[in-house]
């Protein structure tokens, strides 16, 4: 039987043992168990990570709170759970980008078009681009720009629509976003 | 200091226990079979404890302690998988346990919940059911399970309710005691002291001995320690926040109790395994002259420790 890792996780958590309310600590034990899919362990070290880091490491208590988000939607019918953390990390980092567009994905995937382009919009204001300490799925103001565009077909707004998707089709993106972006154009054009 | 720090620190060892393809076990009970084997019993669970510790900055929609199951399944699910360890505390083999379909469910809490693993004339886990009636009546369950060591599949093959003399609402966290065939610990302020052969148990003894601080639940099981019984117990300061949100924390305590399970020794101060606030100790057992404890660290990790048996002593010595 295939037998998980549990070295690399021993040795995090017995660190961890040592000085238990360290943020950085409480964050890697969490990255353990995230990577493999052990969701429910790893929501517990996030949220450590949170509360003992919100005074001390705010992009590591940003990330924490999207990926609790993400564990949480891994678990599946927890909606309004996941939605919490994303607000969490939106009202406690309000200038990052990040978390605005996590909540208009959160919506496009809802089908709920307003929420999403409003979410989209509201993300496209924010300035704060500083690196943060893992990937969060974002990469840059085209994906808010993408949810912008995917959402506001579906509010009347047809022709923003279409001119974002082919503003988007001029920049530097990622492959499976410029798929996505001209399977749309394909359809709606 | 934490138990964990310490005693990997004088040469014991932390095993995380993480079940392949589930979201993460919980409150796990180490046990070692006539065999020899390490086998631990692992509960799996559909919920997610969600608990903000500190000061609580980032608690759920439902405050700073929730049990956070399925937004459109309302239950709380249990089930349980039997591991064996190697001797360095690694996972060689992983089985749920393949429950017998006796009923419906009929309460939101199902299966049987923070099972110990004992071997008696056969093997048992016993933990709490709910799910027998629409109001949530808990009750101590012995299921007689078959393990077969060549497939590694475990079975249940029956199952006893057991009922008490008394009324009550929920008997849960009793303690069984490894060496005396269907006899657990159910109290310790008084140690009330059950016998449970078949569908009714019987008070056996009542024992006033010390009087710990603080009431005392269980627990590990019981355990032969040389001249001595030792088990881990637990103890909850429950407590509420200015919204009148519930919240709680828990810490243990190792129990020493003499041949007639008077309780003689208890340790002076409570303890952590992770200086997380909800851990739950359910196994105990001697392993090559240390003992292993298993925990549930928030209700979503499951760890084994072996502790190096000078360590044990001392706590001994501390308790007495």
Redesign the interface.
């Known amino acids: 039987m295939s037998v998980l890792p549990q070295m690399t996780l021993e040795s995090l958590v017995v660190d961890l043992s040592h000085d238990p309310f360290n943020p950085e600590l409480n964050f890697q034990v969490a990255q353990a168990y995230d990577k493999e899919k052990q969701t429910a362990s790893a929501v517990s070290f996030y949220l450590r990570t949170a509360e003992y880091g919100k005074d001390s490491h705010p992009s590591l208590v940003y990330v924490s709170l999207l990926k609790l988000a993400k564990c949480f939607e891994e678990q599946n019918d927890r909606l309004h759970t996941v939605s919490n953390c994303i607000l969490q990390a939106v009202s406690y980092l309000p200038y990052r980008p990040e978390a605005y567009f996590w909540m208009a994905r959160f919506h496009e995937r809802q089908q709920n078009w307003q929420e999403c382009y409003t979410w989209a919009r509201m993300g496209g204001n924010q300035a704060i681009n500083t690196p943060l300490p893992d990937d969060v799925d974002y990469h840059g103001t085209y994906c808010l720009m993408f949810e912008r565009a995917v959402s506001a077909w579906w509010i009347g707004r047809k022709d923003e629509s279409v001119s974002t998707f082919q503003r988007l089709l001029e920049m530097d993106i990622a492959p499976e976003y410029r798929q996505a972006v001209e399977d749309n154009l394909a359809r709606i054009i | 200091m934490?138990l964990?720090?310490k005693a990997?620190g004088q040469g014991g060892?932390?095993?995380?226990l993480?079940i392949?393809?589930?979201?993460?076990g919980?409150n796990p009970s180490v046990f070692i079979d006539p065999d020899g084997d390490i086998l631990v019993n692992v509960r799996v669970?559909n919920y997610?404890?969600?608990?903000?510790?500190?000061?609580?900055?980032?608690p759920?929609?439902w405050g700073p302690l929730a049990y956070?199951h399925?937004?459109?399944?309302q239950r709380l699910v249990t089930e349980n998988y039997v591991v064996r360890l190697n001797s360095n505390l690694?996972?060689?083999?992983?089985a749920k346990v393949e429950m017998l379909e006796l009923h419906q469910p009929i309460w939101e809490f199902v299966g049987l919940e923070d099972a110990r693993l004992v071997y008696w004339d056969d093997y048992y886990l016993i933990g709490v059911r709910r799910d027998t009636t629409n109001n949530g009546v808990g009750r101590m369950e012995k299921s007689k399970v078959s393990i077969d060591k060549d497939t590694w599949t475990i079975k249940e093959i029956s199952r006893e309710r057991i009922e008490v003399p008394s009324q009550s609402y929920c008997e849960k966290n009793w303690m069984p005691i490894v060496d005396k065939p269907f006899h657990f610990v159910k109290w310790h302020s008084p140690i009330e002291v059950m016998k449970a052969e078949g569908t009714m148990a019987q008070q056996v003894a009542l024992k006033q001995g010390i009087q710990p601080e603080k009431d005392q639940r269980g627990g590990s099981q019981l355990i032969r320690w040389g001249s001595v019984y030792i088990a881990i117990t637990h103890e909850v300061d429950l407590f509420k926040n200015y919204l009148q949100q519930k919240d709680g924390i828990y810490r243990h305590r190792l129990c020493v109790y003499d041949d007639d399970l008077n309780l003689v020794g208890i340790s002076p101060e409570s303890f952590s395994f992770?200086?997380?606030r909800i851990e739950f100790c359910v196994g105990a057992a001697e392993y090559e002259g240390d003992l292993l404890v298993s925990f549930g660290?928030?209700d979503?990790?499951a760890?084994v420790l072996r502790v190096p048996r000078s360590i044990v002593e001392d706590m001994i010595a501390e308790a007495l």
Not at chain 2, 20 to 24: E, H, I, L, V, Y
Not at chain 2, 70 to 73: F, G, L, N, Q
Request: charged share 25%.
């Open positions: 934490n964990v720090q990997v060892k932390l095993a995380p993480a392949p393809k589930t979201f993460g919980m669970v997610i404890l969600y608990h903000s510790e500190n000061e609580q900055r980032f759920s929609r956070l399925p937004e459109k399944d690694e996972i060689t083999d992983c992770l200086d997380g660290f928030q979503n990790a760890f």
